[in-house]
């Protein structure tokens, strides 16, 4: 039995203890690489974040019940009853179907959908309200910020901005919802989406 048995101190544990000491002499702290270090750099971003890139490719997405819409390729897509949304980071594209026995008016738009978008919304501040014309017949744009739903892996929220159109034909109405982060330049693809509503 050996003398470091005797005390009571296995001999494989002073083993392992003796090479830890050796590994720390032998290679100077200097040279230590946390595993961390050893990852690259990525590329930077071509454009900041919110921007839809100028060279954009878009696709026709068409909806089953009555209109059609040009979005940017690769985006995810969510498909709900009657409404549809695209969305990439914090950008967003939302499309829905609906009914209404008149066409909107910055008037009913002011009575009726502001207050129910602010109760649906996170902090909204409606900045206009304006009477538009689009591709698919007159519509009501309404400007708004709004914060973003809170991120599940930061937890942190960021200010948005929309442009929400609804636009009416015989009988159905289409709310055509477009985000990005505030500052985002995104105003001539705004502009090419919007003007992309067809009806069906």
Known sequence: MSLLECKGVPVMIVLRIVAALAVLLIVPFGTL??????????APEKNPPGDIPDDQVFVTYDASDGFSLKVPEGWSRTARDHSVRFSDKYDEIDASLGAATTAPTVASVRSNEIPDLEKAAHVVKVTAVKGVKLTAGPAVRISYLSNSATNPVTNKQIRLEHERFIVFRDGKTVTLDLAAP???????QWQLISNSLQWK
């Not at 505030?182 to 001539?188: E, F, L, P, T």
């Open 33 to 42: 690489v946390p595993a961390s270090a050893q990852e690259k750099l990525v």
């Open 182 to 188: 505030a500052g985002a330049d995104n105003v001539d």
